[in-house]
């Protein structure tokens, strides 16, 4: 004889319509799935994907010109556009501001790479643990100190004069070098800090795991500390390059021709400051693609991390 099956008890989940399962009723094997709100799974019409965008592209465009209009309807604006803007004062510039400008990302580009190991060795001195260790824990805090707190354009004018007036036997006598030197000392300051903070948000369970592996101290420090950190701290050393993109333009200060320099000898001579502008034009186009990169590594650095606390 056949056995009637019981009806199912309320809210057992048996008698939901296929499909309808909540989170905590899935059946046996299958993933348990999120509410993700009532527009979850629902196609947007073309008026809801597109409308947003369109408004912020025609607020913009308003805008501009507005700023546009009451710029130029002002009654100075034919001084200040022969002053700023004069086209032909640019192109007759541009080649000197542009062998000026390839100094300036020289120099940007050495100080990265020296930048970002001399900081590194300085904020392994300052984690250092252990009475041996005290001199260059002692150092490394002595140095982020001061040289945090002395302004770029100081620094730059103290090596960049002081020293090759000190006619010192061996050293180089370049301004050159020495401006270069300053900005080199004074961020590699602030990227200890980055790279120390980012050392000492790795989880305690790291260190705990390399010593059950017998790693030794400098072990651990190279081989489970150092990457990840690195790897957490990479947006904010990013935002440092685009700041020193921008300060290598105080060697100016010290005599070296760079992009700057160039510019402010064609004003003195003609009066007209759209050899500034010219300079300016150069730094936007290298520091705005940087800015871009920044904010990109940044927006990937986040989900990278809301997906390891889902």
Request: proline residues 6%.
């Amino acid at each position: 004889m056949s056995r009637e099956r019981p009806d199912p008890a309320p809210g057992s989940g048996r008698d939901q319509p296929v499909g309808r399962r909540g989170a905590g009723n899935s059946a046996p094997g299958e993933p348990a799935q999120r509410d993700r709100g009532p527009r979850a799974g629902r196609v947007l019409s073309a008026r809801e994907k597109y409308l947003p965008g369109a408004i912020s592209i025609i607020s913009v465009v308003v805008v501009f010109l507005v700023v546009r209009q009451a710029v130029v309807t002002a009654e100075q604006w034919p001084r200040i556009r022969a002053q700023f803007f004069d086209v032909g004062a640019m192109a007759a510039v541009f080649p000197k501001v542009l062998r000026g400008f390839g100094i300036n990302m020289t120099v940007w580009v050495v100080a990265l790479v020296v930048i970002g190991v001399w900081a590194l060795v300085l904020a392994i001195f300052r984690t250092l643990s252990g009475p041996w260790f005290a001199p260059l824990r002692v150092f490394a805090v002595v140095y982020i100190d001061l040289l945090r707190g002395l302004p770029s354009l100081l620094l730059v004018l103290l090596f960049g004069f002081g020293i090759p007036a000190l006619q010192i036997q061996g050293l180089p006598q370049s301004s050159l070098f020495w401006g270069a030197t300053a900005m080199v000392m004074g961020y590699s300051a602030y990227a200890a800090e980055v790279y120390r903070s980012g050392m000492e948000a790795v989880h305690d369970g790291q260190h705990a795991a390399a010593k059950a592996l017998g790693l030794t101290q400098a072990q651990t420090l190279f081989f489970a500390i150092i990457p990840q950190a690195v790897r957490n701290v990479v947006p904010s050393l990013l935002n440092l390059a685009v700041a020193l993109q921008k300060d290598v333009a105080l060697l100016s200060v010290v005599g070296v021709r760079d992009a700057v320099r160039e510019a402010q000898i064609y004003t003195a001579r003609t009066f007209n400051y759209s050899s500034l502008v010219s300079a300016a034009l150069l730094f936007l186009v290298a520091t705005v693609p940087m800015a871009r990169l920044t904010d990109y590594v940044s927006r990937r650095d986040r989900e990278r991390r809301l997906q390891m606390t889902e």
